[in-house]
C-alpha cells in the first residue's frame, strides 16, 4: 500500500516537472515564431563596370559605383571593344549595402555568393574544366565622407560548372550559360557601416589566365547576413538561459559533493554535458558588438562540437551504466570503443573547420573547395567523420538492444524478488525509458523541424499573426537541447533521504537507515559493490 502511495505521488510529481518543461518548451517556439523575425536576408547586387585606365590601378584609390565620387563607367562590354577598352582596365564595384543603407553590428556576418552571367560565343566557348581568376579587393568605412580603408586583398580562382541548354551553333550566340553560383567572400563580423568590392578578371593569354572562360557579360553578388531582430532575441534567449542552466549545475554538483562516496562516472559525464551546455549558452557574442572581433563563426563552430561530442558520450554511457548485469563499467576507459569514434570524428571536423574558417580570418575570399587538392582534402575529412558517426550509432543500437533484452529478462522475475530489490530493477528500467522516450522525442523534433523549415517558404500566415517557421525552428531546438539537459540534471540529481529500514536491507545489501545513491556503482570505504539506485528522486521521498 505506502509503495503504491509512493508511486503515485512520484509520477504525479514526474507529470509536474514534465508539464512545466513543455511549457517552457512551446514558448521557445513562440519567440521565434512570433517575436523574431526571418533569421537571415539576402540583398542581390548588380556589379557597376568602372574604367580604370591609370598605371599600376590596383594600387590606386578604390572605384565607387555610385555616389558624389562615382567611376567611369560603360554599360556592357561591347561599349568597352568599341572603346578600346582592355579587359584588365575594367572593375567590377559593388558597394555593401545598397544606397541609402548602412550595415550595423547586430548582423554578425556576410556570407557573399557570386554568379557570373556568361554568354555563348562560337569563338569563345567554355573549355572543359575551366576557372575563373578574380583579383578581388575588400574596402570599408564608417561614413560616406572619409576615405576607404583595405580590410582583404587577394587572388583567387574558381571552377566555372556551367551547362548549355541549346546546341551549341551560332545560331545560338548571346544566349547565357547555365552557371553554378560561386563561394566568394565571408566575414564572421559586420564591424563596419559600409563595405566596398572592387573585382578585375585580369587576362594574361601567355599564362592562360581567364582564357577560355566565355564572354562575361556581368558579375552579380548575393548578400547574406543575419537579421538585427534575430540576433536581439537570440541574444536575449542565451543572457536568459545561461544563468538557469548554470544555477541547476551547481545545484546538482553541490548535490554530488556532499554525498559519502565519490562522484561515479554517469554524475561526472552529466556535469560535464551541463558545462558544455552553459559553454554554449554564455552570451560571448555581446561583444561582437563594440568589437571587430572575425573569430566569432569559428568559436562557435567550436562550441557546438564540443557540446555534440558530450551528447554522444552522454548516450553511451548511459546506456552501459544500465546495462545491469556483473560488469564494472565506472570508469571511461571502460568506453574507448565507443567513445573513440566520437573523439576521431569531432577531431576531423575540427581540422576540416580550421582549414576552412580559420583561414579566412586572413582571407575572407579563401574556400578550401576551390582546388583539387583542397577539395579531396575536405572531403577526406568528413568521409572519416561520417564513418566514425556510422560506427557510434551501430555501438549505440546495439547497447540499447542489449539492455532493453536485460530489462525484459530483469522484468520476468521482478514478482519473485523482495520489495527493495524489485523496487531498485523498477526504478532502473523506469528512468532508461523515460529517458530514450525524452531523447527520442528531442531528436525527432529536431528532425522534423529542420525538414520543415527546408521544405516550406519559412513564414505561414496564422490568422492576423505571421509565424516565421525558419526562427521557431533555431529558438525551439535551442531551447529544446537547453531543457533537455535541465532535465537531466535535476531528476538525476542525488537524493539525501533515507530509504528506510523495510526497503534497505535484504537482497541489497544495505544497513538500516543508508542512503541509497542515485547512480549505478557505489563506491563505499571497503570496495566497489555493484548497489543500484532507485531511479526516481521522487520515489526516494
Excluded at 3 to 22: F, P, Q, R
Excluded at 333 to 358: H, N
Excluded at 511 to 538: C, F, M, N, W
Aim: net charge neutral; hydrophobic share 45%; with cysteine.
Amino acid at each position: 500500500m505506502a509503495g503504491a502511495i509512493i508511486e503515485n505521488m512520484s509520477t504525479k510529481k514526474l507529470c509536474i516537472v514534465g508539464g512545466i518543461l513543455l511549457i517552457f518548451q512551446v514558448i521557445a517556439f513562440l519567440v521565434g515564431g512570433l517575436i523574431a523575425p526571418s533569421p537571415t536576408t539576402a540583398m542581390h547586387y548588380m556589379s557597376i563596370k568602372c574604367v580604370d585606365v591609370r598605371k599600376n590601378h590596383h594600387k590606386t584609390k578604390w572605384l565607387m559605383p555610385w555616389g558624389p565620387n562615382q567611376c567611369e563607367k560603360i554599360q556592357d562590354l561591347d561599349e568597352a571593344m568599341s572603346r578600346q577598352i582592355e579587359a584588365n582596365d575594367i572593375v567590377f564595384a559593388v558597394h555593401i549595402p545598397l544606397p541609402s543603407k548602412e550595415m550595423s553590428p547586430w548582423f554578425q556576418f556576410i556570407l557573399v555568393i557570386l554568379q557570373l552571367d556568361i554568354a555563348f560565343k562560337k569563338n569563345n566557348e567554355i573549355k572543359d574544366n575551366a576557372e575563373v581568376t578574380l583579383d578581388v579587393s575588400l574596402a570599408y568605412r564608417d561614413d560616406m565622407f572619409s576615405e576607404w580603408k583595405e580590410m582583404a586583398h587577394a587572388i583567387e580562382t574558381r571552377k566555372l560548372k556551367c551547362s548549355f541548354a541549346s546546341p551549341k551553333t551560332t545560331e545560338h550566340e548571346g544566349r547565357h550559360y547555365d552557371c553554378d553560383a560561386l563561394t566568394f567572400m565571408e566575414i564572421g563580423t559586420v564591424a563596419h557601416k559600409f563595405y566596398l568590392l572592387n573585382i578585375r578578371l585580369p587576362v594574361n593569354e601567355r599564362k592562360q589566365i581567364n582564357v577560355g572562360i566565355g564572354e562575361i557579360k556581368d558579375v552579380l553578388l548575393v548578400s547574406i547576413h543575419q537579421n538585427g531582430g534575430f540576433t536581439k532575441v537570440w541574444f536575449a534567449m542565451k543572457t536568459f538561459l545561461t544563468p538557469s542552466i548554470f544555477i541547476i549545475m551547481v545545484w546538482y554538483w553541490r548535490r554530488i559533493t556532499m554525498m559519502t562516496r565519490a562522484p561515479v562516472l554517469l554524475e561526472k559525464v552529466i556535469f560535464a554535458l551541463g558545462i558544455s551546455m552553459t559553454f554554449i549558452n554564455i552570451p560571448v557574442e555581446w561583444f561582437s558588438i563594440g568589437f571587430d572581433w572575425t573569430w566569432m563563426l569559428l568559436f562557435g563552430d567550436i562550441r557546438q562540437g564540443l557540446f555534440y561530442a558530450m551528447l554522444l558520450s552522454f548516450w553511451i554511457i548511459f546506456c552501459g551504466e544500465h546495462m545491469m548485469d556483473q560488469n564494472e563499467r565506472n570508469r571511461l576507459s571502460g568506453y574507448w570503443k565507443q567513445v573513440g569514434p566520437i573523439a576521431v570524428g569531432a577531431f576531423c571536423l575540427f581540422i576540416f573547420d580550421m582549414c576552412e574558417r580559420g583561414v579566412q580570418l586572413k582571407n575572407p575570399f579563401y574556400s578550401i573547395w576551390t582546388t583539387d587538392v583542397g577539395t579531396e582534402l575536405a572531403m577526406a575529412f568528413i568521409i572519416v567523420a561520417g564513418i566514425c558517426l556510422c560506427l557510434y550509432f551501430l555501438f549505440l543500437c546495439f547497447m540499447v538492444f542489449q539492455v532493453f533484452r536485460n530489462i525484459s529478462g530483469k522484468q520476468s522475475s521482478l514478482p519473485a524478488m523482495s520489495k527493495a530489490r524489485r523496487l531498485h530493477y523498477e526504478g532502473l528500467i523506469f528512468r532508461f525509458k523515460f529517458l530514450m522516450l525524452i531523447t527520442l522525442a528531442c531528436a525527432a523534433m529536431t528532425i522534423i523541424f529542420f525538414i520543415v523549415s527546408q521544405v516550406t517558404e519559412g513564414h505561414w500566415k496564422w490568422g492576423d499573426f505571421t509565424v516565421q517557421g525558419n526562427s521557431a525552428f533555431f529558438t525551439g531546438i535551442y531551447g529544446m537541447w537547453n531543457l533537455y539537459v535541465f532535465a537531466l540534471m535535476f531528476l538525476y540529481a542525488p537524493s539525501h533521504k533515507n530509504y528506510g529500514e523495510d526497503q534497505s536491507n535484504g537482497d541489497l545489501g544495505v544497513s538500516s537507515g543508508e542512503e541509497l545513491q542515485l547512480t549505478t556503482t557505489i563506491t563505499h570505504v571497503d570496495g566497489p559493490t555493484e548497489v543500484y539506485k532507485l531511479a526516481r528522486k521522487e520515489a526516494q521521498e
